[in-house]
């Protein structure tokens, strides 16, 4: 060390990253600046979220109006572009879907959804572009790791896409992807044995993983290696704390599933019989395969993913929820540090619930007692954070801006979405609600107006940051109100159906089990308006997206939000390399309304009155 | 714009980035073996008495092999410490030995052990048969003694019996010619055929012929199953499996299963395959890296010896975590 | 930039005497090391063929975990490792045998021991 640091300083060793006059491609394409990483994933994960959405329209479609064609030209087009989705209906008519589409286009949901769409943006996005910004970091630690992370992805992406045009189609055996259906499915005469949908599935599937792998240790390098002289750990933003625990969850829980994902790879593809039972039949004649494996094993390892994954999903979204909060009702968070214990807490326990998906399975009394009490559990710290939030609202000058509406409007729906969770925690009432809408309400509540709202609100929030003008303000608000409209629209009457018994994957929407639950058919049709009209309303912000990057109104000075974290002490938009001036943090995140002081807002970096003697940055932390 | 940290250490973390960034991801590497570990042990412990193999893979060789990637990683840390005391040759003596061992280490894994398997063969017998195959298996004996039974004869395949339908016959004919086999008998006019074949990816290619079915297989046995009841095959082997000259014939219609010791033979097999596969490419990696290191590298060193001595470290912290994984691998399936 | 001054065929300047000898003293322990696991190899070679069938998978995976050790605290330096780092391993190896729990699960799974019974 010593040497080293005599004959140079070893931080100036590679100088050959001097990025100020790059061509088109290294600047926008094969960028490693983590902002422009950001966008990029922002704009695949928002197309992936409205091409899920669409996928969700014709499925329910089909289940307003069973058996009949998907209307006027879409329906032909759909099936001439998709064969193996959509067919002639009774008539001869083209466009309908057929069973085997519908379970296509449930996997696909929810697979796009999932991985795809909701954790590109609310994790690899706005991780990626405010993160580094709120600690005072040039950009992330390993920013060529991070453009490599984008770009896994983006390869991920292309494959999963590249599966709806194959033989047979893309995957349809759920987003859960359960052997043995889904090793026997697409498997055949007709069937290409690699390029097939469930085989491209979990291709895909491994490149995912890896991205995300990938990006998270690099978000996890950056918050603790890159905070600015001052930003201790009490002085990180919330937000922050919420990507850090995110990218934990995923870091360990993504490989198990991708060591899955090889295993159920070998099985289709080499034969093996990692989750094939001995002796299985299928269409009443016994399978090749040697047999000896379990189903049940791909569950735990799904499952010992997918649980974490649930709170991946929604983590990020309490951390926007509480940045746009505490900005927008000029207060500190109330309970701050209980709300990251409150994480810490939430992300630790979530690696031990996943078999609350398993009820059914027969897993045995006490195995599932064990599971009931840890998921029991893990409502407690989701109370606080919701407690604390709702809190945080007490007694503040509340401004509701767009962001406002969609964050405040997080937490009734956040709070429907737990609460009904609770039911299901319980064995004695899960194996009732167990596979039925019951289930697809509770977790629609939580990821739909629970953390998409939040991502909303993140969009409306950072926009401003990003391209230098606001979106504007009516067409925010005229999205909102209607988006809250439809969407409850369409996922109350689902536990008014779940209750009564309709089940989770039923093709016809439960009319050929018409004299169970006539009393909840009809709510079929309502629930499908309500889809309709809640994607013709996200046109709205679409357009409000696109007009206001050039004709929205310029922010008027860096910080429009009068906002105190970091991310606002940045030119706007900000270039390459963040911040201008040498950052220094002397305080707390949320500064609002300090009593004495000269604004209702104190920026983290504002150095105190001369008067007080500094008390930052401690001694260590300067680098 | 320079990132902070790359080289010298954070003071109140004091780590440098890269080495915060590779212990994360071994930290998943840990979670990633460890959910096919978790397999391993799900499937050992839902198997069926008997139906999971002991004493299949090479001791001697797998012990090689482990003494090998020991010392490549005891190599790779001494690069790491020439470099340290500013010495590029023995930095590259002792990283080029073990490019060197990791490479033998590849090829015994492929070319002897894995290949070996490909052309071991093994057919299981359905429960209610191993009375007429108790000759070979024993499991009268083990009954008694109280050990678990054996439902598979292994050895080499040698002919495949074959029953042909008339108007699939002349594809067939195309098949052996194309493979190259040999027809040692034909009975019925050509109907059931005995056919000698090279390797058991013939006898597969034999099952997926249209109107091709296969009756019985002649095999040379592993001598195990030549003298089942002798005491001193109570206990697995730990040498390689030593192949008779005595021949059996077992009929397809007695098997549950039957294969080469290929990754859809057992559970066993398959897991061996998907984790000694895994490590196999990890090695792989670590190779290619390490060339990079050897050859192409140099600049750096000149600049800023500290920041490739760094690289070092944190290349060796992979390696010596992929020697970790092989030191659990190799008990768990030679040894148990 | 600074190492403009030098040019770039030069080595690099040498280390002191102090700190070369420091580092053979390491390089010492680690052939050592090296000697001492590929013996623990050969003992669990040794444990697995000749200890009775009931404590063979005992006693090897004991002489192989103290294997393992000795790799992460010595060669990877673990033992001399930051606080951060140790931080979250011991989370990882909770969450390591967290997994394992898999396999009492499938000990207790029904559907699993029904197959089972009707092999
Ligand atoms: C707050 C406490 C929560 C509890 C007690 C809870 C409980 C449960 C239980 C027991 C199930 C299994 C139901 C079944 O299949 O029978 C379930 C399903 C689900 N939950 Fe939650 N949950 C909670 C919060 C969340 C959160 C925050 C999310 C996501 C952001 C979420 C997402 C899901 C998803 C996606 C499923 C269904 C997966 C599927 O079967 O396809 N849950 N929840
Ligand atoms: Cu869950």
């Known amino acids: 060390m010593a040497t080293a640091a005599t004959t140079h300083s070893p931080d100036h060793g590679h100088g050959h990253d001097d990025h100020h006059d790059l061509g088109f491609w290294q600047k926008y394409v094969f960028s490693q600046d983590h902002k422009v990483i950001g966008i990029q994933y922002g704009i695949t994960g928002l197309a992936f979220l409205f091409l899920g959405f669409c996928l969700m329209m014709l499925m329910r479609w089909q289940l307003a109006h069973p058996g009949l064609p998907v209307p006027s030209f879409l329906g032909p087009m759909l099936q001439k572009v998709f064969p193996a989705i959509f067919a002639n209906d009774q008539n001869g008519h083209p466009g309908m879907l057929t069973a085997d589409g519908y379970n296509i286009l449930g996997a696909m949901h929810g697979t796009i959804m999932v991985f795809f769409g909701v954790v590109p943006v609310a994790v690899a996005a706005f991780g990626n572009y405010v993160m580094p910004l709120q600690v005072g970091a040039p950009d992330m630690a390993f920013p060529k790791l991070n453009m490599a992370s984008y770009w896994t992805f983006f390869v991920s992406c292309v494959i999963m896409l590249s599966s709806f045009f194959v033989a047979g189609g893309p995957a349809k055996s759920g987003w859960t992807s359960y052997p043995p259906l889904s090793v026997i499915s697409d498997s055949g005469p007709n069937v290409h044995p690699f390029f097939n949908g469930q085989t491209i599935w979990l291709l895909g599937m491994v490149f995912n993983i890896t991205g995300s792998l990938l990006g998270s240790i ?56 990692f989750f094939i039972p001995t002796g299985l039949m299928v269409g009443g004649h016994l399978t090749h395969w040697s047999g000896g494996g379990s189903p049940l094993l791909w569950q735990h390892l799904f499952w010992f993913l997918a649980h974490p994954e649930v709170y991946v999903l929604i983590l990020p979204a309490i951390g926007i929820v509480g940045e746009v909060i505490a900005n927008n009702t000029r207060k500190p968070l109330y309970g701050y540090k209980a709300m990251v214990g409150a994480i810490f807490v939430l992300g630790f326990l979530s690696f031990v619930v996943w078999a609350h998906h398993m009820y059914m399975t027969g897993m045995g009394a006490k195995v599932s007692s064990f599971f009931q009490t840890t998921t029991v559990m893990i409502s407690i710290p989701s109370v606080i954070l919701v407690t604390a939030l709702l809190l945080s609202l007490w007694g503040g000058a509340i401004r509701f801006t767009v962001p406002m509406l969609f964050a405040t409007t997080f937490l009734p729906m956040f709070g429907i979405g737990g609460l009904t969770g609770i039911p299901l925690a319980f064995n004695s009432t899960d194996l009732y609600l167990h596979d039925t809408y019951y289930v697809i309400g509770h977790f629609h509540y939580v990821v739909a107006p629970g953390t998409i709202f939040a991502l909303f609100a993140g969009v409306y929030y950072w926009y401003p940051k990003a391209c230098g003008r606001m979106m504007n303000d009516t067409l925010g608000k005229l999205h909102f109100w209607f988006s809250i409209v439809f969407i409850n629209g369409i996922f109350f009457p689902m536990f008014i159906q779940g209750i009564a018994g309709v089940h989770r994957r039923w093709y016809d929407g439960g009319v050929s089990y018409e004299q169970i639950i006539k009393p909840v058919l009809h709510w079929n049709n309502f629930m499908s308006a309500s889809a309709f009209l809640l994607g013709a309303t996200q046109l709205i912000f679409i357009f409000n997206f696109f007009y206001s990057i050039f004709r929205g109104r310029k922010v008027p000075n860096d910080n429009p939000w009068d906002a105190t974290t970091l991310e606002w002490d940045t030119p706007t938009p900000p270039g390459h390399g963040n911040f201008t001036k040498p950052i220094t943090v002397y305080r707390g995140p949320y500064e609002y ?22 008390a930052a940055p401690t001694p260590a932390l300067a680098h | 714009m320079e990132i902070p940290h790359t080289v010298t250490p954070r003071p109140d973390t004091g780590l440098y980035n890269a080495k915060l960034a590779i212990w994360l991801f071994l930290a998943s590497e840990v979670m990633l073996f460890g959910g096919l570990f978790s397999a391993y042990a799900f499937l050992r412990m839902g198997a069926d008495d008997g139906y999971w193999p002991h004493g299949l893979l090479d001791v001697p060789v797998g012990t ?40 033998v280490f590849l090829v015994i894994k492929l070319s002897y052990e894995w290949n070996d398997k490909f052309h071991h063969f093994g057919t299981f017998i359905k429960k209610d048969k191993w009375a007429e195959y108790d000759k070979y298996l024993g499991n009268d004996y083990l009954a008694k003694k109280g050990l678990a039974p054996r439902p598979e004869i292994t050895g080499h395949l040698h002919e495949v019996e074959v029953e042909v339908a008339p108007e699939n016959k002349a594809q067939l004919d195309a098949l052996i010619q194309k493979r190259g086999l040999e027809i040692s008998k034909s009975e019925e006019g050509g109907k059931t055929l005995s056919i000698k074949v090279k390797a058991p990816s013939d006898a597969e290619a034999l099952r997926n012929e249209p109107g091709v079915k296969i009756e019985a297989f002649e095999m040379a046995l592993d001598e195990i199953y030549t003298d089942p009841t002798n005491p001193k095959y109570d206990r697995p082997g730990f040498w390689k499996r030593h192949l008779s000259e005595q021949v059996a014939t077992i009929h397809a219609d007695d098997l549950d299963s039957w294969s080469a010791f290929v990754p859809k033979h057992s559970s066993f097999l398959a897991i061996y395959y998907a984790i000694t596969g895994l490590h196999g490419l990890h090695i792989l990696g670590g190779l290619v890296m390490f060339i990079y290191f050897l050859f192409f590298d140099r600049a750096l060193y000149l600049r800023n010896p500290e920041h490739m001595a760094n690289r070092i470290e944190v290349v060796g912290l992979y390696w010596h975590f992929v020697d970790l994984v092989w030191i659990f691998v190799f008990p768990v399936f030679y040894l148990l | 930039m600074s190492e403009s001054k030098h040019s770039e065929s030069s080595e690099p300047a040498p280390v002191s005497e102090q700190q070369v000898r420091e580092v053979e003293k390491h390089m010492k322990k680690y052939v050592l090391i090296g000697g001492v696991q590929a013996i623990m190899v050969l003992i669990a070679v040794t444990v697995a063929v000749n200890v009775s069938a009931s404590l063979q998978v005992l006693a090897t995976l004991l002489v192989t975990c103290v294997n393992g050790l000795v790799i992460a605290l010595i060669l990877m330096h673990l033992k001399e490792e930051k606080q951060t780092i140790w931080k979250f391993l011991i989370f990882t190896a909770i969450f390591f045998f967290i997994l394992f729990f898999l396999t009492y699960l499938a000990r207790t799974d029904v559907i699993t021991q029904t197959l089972h019974n009707h092999h």
């Open chain 1, 218 to 273: 690099n978000t996890i390098a950056t918050c603790i290696q890159l905070r600015a002289p001052g930003m201790t750990w009490m002085r990180l933003p919330f937000f922050c704390w919420t990507q850090l625990v995110t990218a934990f969850l995923l870091l360990l829980a993504f490989p198990p599933l991708e060591a899955a994902g090889f295993m159920q790879l070998m099985d289709r593809a080499f034969g093996t019989s």
């Open chain 1, 593 to 614: 309304s300090v009593p004495g002081a000269d604004k209702d807002f104190t920026p983290q970096s504002e150095p105190p009155k001369s008067d007080k003697p500094a």
């Open chain 2, 64 to 103: 090689l092999n482990t003494i090998l990637l020991i010392i490549s990683s005891v190599c790779v840390v001494l690069a790491w410490a020439s470099l340290k005391m500013r010495r590029w040759k023995q930095y590259q003596a002792f990283l080029g030995a073990a490019v060197v061992l990791g490479t």
